[in-house]
């Protein structure tokens, strides 16, 4: 039995067999996860074989997530959530994405925007993506020092419809944070708190560059643990037209 020293790869590969149907890819890695005693090959009586996680792979999912979470910071941690619960609601969601964007302050410029969070919506339809930024603060200072930089918050407004701020309860009130910014709190722990969506943004309709396309592309969007990465698939948005074939 290999020493239980698992590589991302074959953490990665068990969360994709716990989503999955369990079907054997018959490679090195399903090699490693068999040998270590992580999954177990089972044929029905029709002769099809299958992979299930047995205790010991879903022990060892178990302790990696909680690994992860210790290490996030807070603000990560924030993030996470808020990630999860958009793609939740019908999102797809990405960070640490860096884009360019158009600041007119006096002249129009470029700078680099970091949104903690940007999601658009799970359509096919342009008009109704509506690219949203989500900015975390965990702390007052780091609020406050985001409020004073106009550059910065021209910056997300001009890559999204809508910009939210996401804190904590106490961080701030929302008549702190102008008007045109929705604000969502959390009250309560990052892992079980509720988090809520206090104030809506304005919405401006806006369309993407195709710059920015080209980096979301080149991106990987978060992804959810708790649903089949392809939970939305053939699912409206909404707002979506709903297409019916003839005799469906």
């Known amino acids: 039995m290999m020493a239980a020293a698992p590589r ?19 490679d090195a890695i399903e090699i490693d996860l068999l040998a270590a005693e992580w999954v177990a090959l089972t044929t029905s009586d029709t002769g099809h074989q299958t992979l299930r996680l ?38 797809i969601v990405w960070r640490e994405l860096s884009l360019r964007a158009a600041v ?13 969070v940007f999601s658009v919506r799970h359509t096919s339809v342009e008009d109704y993506l509506q690219p949203t930024v989500h900015e975390v603060k965990v702390s007052r200072a780091d ?12 910056s997300y407004q ?21 008007e045109v910014f929705g604000v969502w709190t959390l009250d309560g722990s990052i892992e079980d708190g509720r988090l ?22 080149k991106a990987t969007p ?5 649903e089949p990465a392809q939970r939305h698939l053939g699912e409206p948005a909404d707002g979506d037209p709903v297409v019916t074939m003839p005799g469906a």
């Open 158 to 178: 001009w890559l999204s419809c809508e910009t939210y701020y996401v804190l904590p309860v106490g961080i701030a009130e929302p008549h702190e944070i102008p």
């Open 143 to 154: 609020l406050l020092s985001d409020l004073r930089h106009a550059a910065k918050r021209e």
């Open 222 to 226: 978060v992804q959810s643990d708790r």
């Open 8 to 26: 991302r790869a074959h953490l990665t590969r068990l969360m994709s067999i716990w989503r999955s149907a369990g079907w054997p890819s018959q």
């Open 54 to 91: 047995t205790d010991a792979g879903i022990k060892l999912l178990a302790a990696a997530r909680q690994s992860n979470q210790r290490s996030l910071s807070a603000h990560d941690r924030l993030a996470q959530r808020l990630a999860l619960q958009l793609i939740d609601g019908g999102r």
């Open 196 to 217: 809520e969506l206090i104030r809506p943004a304005h919405h401006t309709p806006c369309k993407l560059p195709f710059a920015v396309w080209m980096a979301l592309a």
């Open 104 to 116: 007119t302050t006096g002249e129009t410029t470029w700078r680099i925007a970091r949104p903690d």
